[in-house]
């Protein structure tokens, strides 16, 4: 009796210790953790055109569901800096190349097969940073309202005609008021930032203000559509868009002293949960699908050999480019700001 006992109980301790970890095994699985997600979560700065014309497709094509969350380019960047430890996104699609440059910890290293197709210049050197279209300085004029006022680069705008009708950001705070202020540099200063003819120009330039500054960027074009001034600085993007729905009595006009281009870009975030997803969409980006279709229905430059813009966008070919210097830019636009600010303050 003593030894079926002892043997029921080895049988019971045996089958125990083999039942045990498959029900923990059991317990501790859990499907949604361990499988691949079917979402991607992107910050974007990005027009809404440009988001519903791109989106749509990548879902369609990828089987991915987006989560879209827009902001400024500048706030976008904090939210990813104080998001750090947990990020909460998995992509930031779009904002200057430059801003990108400027927060190179906060992202992934990705060079996406598709990157060999973009044009030489604007291949993804960083390791981190992926250019996708190509936008620039442009100057918006009503006319309706400019009579016979002749516009056809920064220079014309010191003209005494125009003081006080003039739509300009304040290039401390907004992307593309800078854009256009570091652009007036190199085109009076001699392809220096710091030449004293160039500073001259912008003062002069600020001078024509006549003390109004508008309010953001996206002001700056609305108020030369709606008719509140006559010439705004803005970029190319909004700016092509009135004429091309024919919204507003508008046309635009590429500074003949050299129109500044520059690329906009993407990043996947470090630490992305969606790691696989975001480079399956920036893949996509740089896809001729997606290259063709923003060179076909957008405001924006493809950047992918090969593919052309639409045909009411000006050949690039035919518009006069000066070349940003990135590096100085992104080592001294403080300082670049700073003058700018007391520039401004002494008038």
Known sequence: MKNSTKLLTVIMVVALLTILPLFAQGQNENPAKTEETNELIIYSPNSELLISTLIPMFEKESGIKCEIISAGTGELLKRIESEKNMPYADV???????????????????????????????????????????????????????????????????????????????????????????????????????????????????????GKIASGSGAVHRSVADGEYVVGLTWEDPAVDYIR?????????????????????????????????????????LSEKAQSAIGANLNNRPLRVG???????????????????????????????????DTLTSI
């Open 245 to 285: 729905n024919g919204v507003a009595p508008v046309k635009v006009v590429h500074p003949k002293e050299g129109a500044q281009y520059a690329p906009s870009a993407t990043a996947i975030i470090k630490d992305a949960k969606n790691l696989k997803n975001a480079q399956i969409f920036v893949d996509f980006l």
């Open 92 to 210: 930031l699609f779009g904002g200057t190349y430059n801003a990108h440059l400027q927060h190179l910890d906060c992202f992934e290293e990705y060079v996406s097969p598709n990157d060999q197709y973009l044009i030489p210049q604007y291949q993804n050197k960083t390791k981190k940073v992926t250019s996708y279209v190509l936008d620039g300085n442009v100057i918006l004029v009503n006319t309706n309202l400019i009579g016979d006022i002749k516009v056809e680069g920064y220079a014309d705008l010191l003209n005494p005609q125009l003081k006080g009708k003039i739509a300009h950001a304040d290039a401390s705070a907004s992307s593309s008021a800078f854009n256009h202020v570091a652009n007036m540099l190199l085109d009076f200063g001699n392809n220096d930032y710091n030449d004293p003819a160039g500073w001259e120009f912008v003062r002069k330039f600020l001078i024509n203000l006549d």
């Open 307 to 341: 593919v052309s813009s639409a045909d009411y966008m000006v050949p690039i070919e035919d518009i006069k480019l000066v070349t940003e210097q990135t590096e100085y830019i992104i080592e001294h636009k403080a300082d670049i700001v700073a003058k700018y600010i």
